[in-house]
């Protein structure tokens, strides 16, 4: 989620757009993880090689730029629903893939942006194909949905003391608390019409945070960038980092919970 809370002249038609290409992209999301497949695949490989690509401009290693997102797109091919999926063959190419562009590059910066792009694909990928899974990933994208509504609005509303200030001057202290109980708000309704399990529920706060936590790395690569946002894709709302930056973390983590109880269930 970006920075652009405030109350200047404009704000109002700034949010009414932000608003409705917020909601048009919730739409696209919610299509294809209905349908999932390569519908699902499709959105999934745009939102990574997007975001390899806006890393590569932040981290200013956009020399190689689209280098990484060849290199990306070995792994992002292998999780196609043709081929292996969402597996362990594809983590493994992740890593692999990380790994060239690494010695090509000279630098673990850009290496570390196919981490960055990857591992939420292969997460979110991963997330649809398991028992229950249009209900986890209904659930985890809906966290992060509520975690930066709750965030913004309480945020603006409440104000007070800064939550990090040199990052983030406009996020507070309020704004996060505003963000994990409209999340723990929609997971409990979940929990009561959906079945969502109640573990789950308790999870949905430090995730969360998690998610807040994603929102100011993000904001930290774009203050050392100097950049206000990390593209211009989506008007009101920046680049595509800018709109998953709290998927980023939070995915990965759901994927290795959700991965745990199943290895577990079946020990």
Do not use: C
Not at 23 to 34: E, N, P
Not at 108 to 115: C, D, T
Not at 141 to 151: E, M
Not at 186 to 205: D, E, R
């Amino acid at each position: 989620m970006d920075d652009r809370a405030g109350s200047k002249p404009g704000k109002a038609s700034e949010l009414q757009k932000r608003v409705i290409v917020g909601v048009l992209l919730i739409a696209v999301a919610l299509l294809a993880g209905y349908f999932g497949g390569i519908l699902m695949w499709l959105l999934v490989v745009l939102m990574a090689l997007g975001i390899m690509s806006e890393w590569a401009l932040l981290t200013r290693r956009d020399n190689n730029r689209l280098l990484a997102m060849y290199a990306l797109s070995v792994p992002l091919a292998i999780m196609s629903p043709w081929a292996a999926g969402a597996s362990f063959l594809a983590l493994g190419l992740i890593m692999g893939a990380a790994m060239f562009v690494a010695v090509f590059d000279r630098s673990l910066k850009l290496a570390a942006g196919v981490f960055y792009a990857g591992l939420p694909a292969l997460a979110v990928l991963y997330l649809r194909d398991i028992e229950n899974g249009i209900l986890i990933m209904l659930w985890t994208l809906a966290l992060v949905w509520a975690t930066d509504i709750g965030a913004y609005f309480s945020g603006r509303a409440i104000g007070g003391p800064k939550l990090a200030p040199q990052i983030s001057p406009n996020k507070t202290w309020a704004g996060l608390i505003g963000g994990v109980a409209l999340t723990t708000v929609v997971s409990f309704v979940l929990h009561v019409y959906w079945g969502l399990s109640f573990y789950l529920v308790l999870l949905s706060m430090p995730l969360a945070v998690l998610a807040q936590m994603g929102d100011l790395f993000e904001s930290w690569l774009k203050r050392k960038a100097g950049a206000k946002d990390s593209g211009t894709i989506f008007p009101g709302h920046g680049g595509v980092m800018d709109r998953l930056d709290g998927l980023i973390p939070v995915a990965p983590v759901v994927a290795m919970i959700m991965l745990t109880d199943s290895l577990g269930a079946l020990s």
